[in-house]
């Protein structure tokens, strides 16, 4: 199963636009790349999914380059009640392959 | 459209005792997953069930396991608990096993162990 790599923690304002790379090196052709949002104390909150190019929903946008090695979860003007843990997942298609793995995530704290 | 609700929320128990936990996932959802979410080894997959059928499993011991029912509610049990069973277990529902469906998740039931 693909591993993924993300920045333990990132700082932003309110209004700033946080961008937020996951390094996915390994990902095989059929994976799909899930991002989830985590506050304290709650379960994780799906934020985001795709495969290629770029997917955009209301709360979220998701880059993914060509070659699938990493992707950005881009969240627009961001706000004090976005501060959660982000997690980006490697999703196998192949439901007996089906095991999510979620890392550490990447805490983001922002500020007033 | 209810949630996924898991029961019951906060669990004391002693080490070498056994606890059962339950999940009921959301109308329609046929695939239930559980986790383990720790300060030090975040979270981790404990086993998938869809359909009655455990799909998939997770690095655990055997003390860990689990069952689906007919009405896709689903129970996980964590026998002889050791102090480092201390977590937050979360289950998830989806519509399929299919990747390509978002997982809900649950409140959790946050068991401690002394």
């Known amino acids: 199963l693909a591993k993924t790599t993300q920045p333990i923690s990132m700082d932003s304002y309110e209004g700033q636009e946080v961008n937020i790379t996951c390094s996915h090196n390994?990902?095989?052709?059929?994976?799909?790349i899930t991002w989830y949002q985590q506050f304290p104390s709650q379960g994780p909150r799906f934020i985001i999914q795709g495969y290629k190019t770029k997917v955009t929903n209301e709360v979220a946008s998701l880059f993914i380059p060509a070659d699938r090695k990493s992707s950005t979860l881009s969240l627009p003007r961001v706000s004090l009640s976005d501060t959660a843990v982000y997690y980006c997942?490697?999703?196998?298609?192949?439901?007996?392959?089906?095991?999510?793995?979620f890392g550490s995530g990447t805490r983001l704290q922002v500020q007033p | 459209k209810a949630g996924v609700t898991q029961t019951p929320r906060y669990l004391i128990k002693t080490r070498g005792q056994q606890v059962t936990l339950s999940c009921s996932p959301i109308s329609g959802h046929r695939s239930v997953s559980w986790y383990q979410q720790t300060p030090g080894q975040g979270l981790q997959f404990l086993f998938e069930y869809f359909s009655e059928t455990q799909r998939n499993k997770g690095n655990f011991p055997g003390r860990f396991s689990g069952r689906q029912f007919s009405n896709s509610r689903s129970e996980m049990n964590v026998s002889t608990l050791e102090l480092g069973d201390s977590a937050l277990y979360l289950c998830a529902s989806s519509f399929t096993a299919a990747s390509s469906y978002e997982q809900y998740f649950g409140p959790g039931t946050r068991l401690t162990v002394t």
């Open positions: 997942l490697v999703d196998p298609m192949d439901t007996g392959r089906r095991a999510l793995t």
């Open positions: 390994n990902i095989a052709t059929n994976d799909y």
